[in-house]
């Protein structure tokens, strides 16, 4: 899951159970029965998890590899079309700013790797997937929280995770884009930073019963002060660690 999707997920769960005096309610998590992925408010409380809505987590199987380039770079923009039919049904699902807002974002990002797919099988084979465009046959600039993006130019971008790699990338992704006409662009600079994350207020209300953050903290000071330890950890090794880590590495070695 992006960092992105769980700061979302995270502000819209801060402030969802109804704080009663810094206890969890009797009936704090009533609301949620049998709707939508109840795993997720047991094991996660009110915070991210890296799951879909049946509560599977994401593993290797997600992976395609078929080994044949053309295949490959296919069955990806299906993938693509597939995540934006789902992105437009969640958009329709929810009402709460946050969903919307990531929603709307990743719908222009989401629509401009569509667009990269079939770029990519259009200069390999011909085939001009450009004429499915939009796919589903909903235009991006239709969703107003899309088009703020859309206005600077995140629809037409492909960024690199490197800018001394990838640098092929401009042989594939050119040519007019299908849904505005206007010129598909490789970045010449990284990905921009996004806004700083805020911290949440704290959530006593998400049944962590016990003790609050600050008194960990403080229980954690009194140990270490009757261990006779400095208040703050050294990062030092002590002699035994390091003569473990002699053996080990001279185990690996063998």
Excluded at 194 to 218: C, K, M, N
Excluded at 241 to 252: N, Q, R
């Amino acid at each position: 899951m992006s960092s992105l999707s769980a700061r979302s997920i995270n502000t819209m769960l801060t402030g969802a159970t109804p704080i009663n005096d810094g206890k969890a309610p009797s009936d704090s998590l009533t609301d949620v029965l049998g709707i939508g992925n109840p795993h997720h408010f047991i094991a996660g409380g009110q915070g991210a998890l890296p799951q879909n809505s049946q509560g599977r987590p994401w593993n290797g199987d997600y992976v395609f590899s078929s080994g044949d380039l053309v295949e490959d770079l296919t069955h990806n923009f299906f993938l693509e079309t597939g995540a934006r039919n789902n992105k437009l049904k969640v958009y329709e699902m929810v009402d709460h700013p946050a969903a919307r807002a990531l929603t709307g974002f990743l719908l222009v990002r989401g629509g401009l790797h569509q667009v990269a797919y079939a770029r990519a099988v259009e200069h390999l084979t011909g085939a001009n997937l450009m004429k499915l465009f939009p796919s589903p046959r909903i235009p991006t600039d239709k969703i107003p929280e899309s088009r703020e993006h859309i206005e600077r130019g995140e629809h037409l971008r492909l960024y690199r995770f490197s800018q001394e790699d990838f640098q092929e990338v401009v042989a594939v992704f050119n040519g007019p884009h299908p849904e505005t006409g206007e010129e598909l662009q490789v970045a010449d600079v990284p990905h921009p930073v996004g806004a700083p994350a805020h911290d949440l207020r704290p959530q006593p209300a998400v049944f962590a019963p016990d003790y609050a953050p600050e008194e960990i903290s403080e229980i954690a000071q009194k140990l270490r002060k009757q261990a006779g330890l400095p208040d703050e950890p050294l990062g030092l090794v002590s002699e035994e660690s390091a003569d473990l880590m002699d053996t080990l590495a001279a185990k690996t070695k063998r």
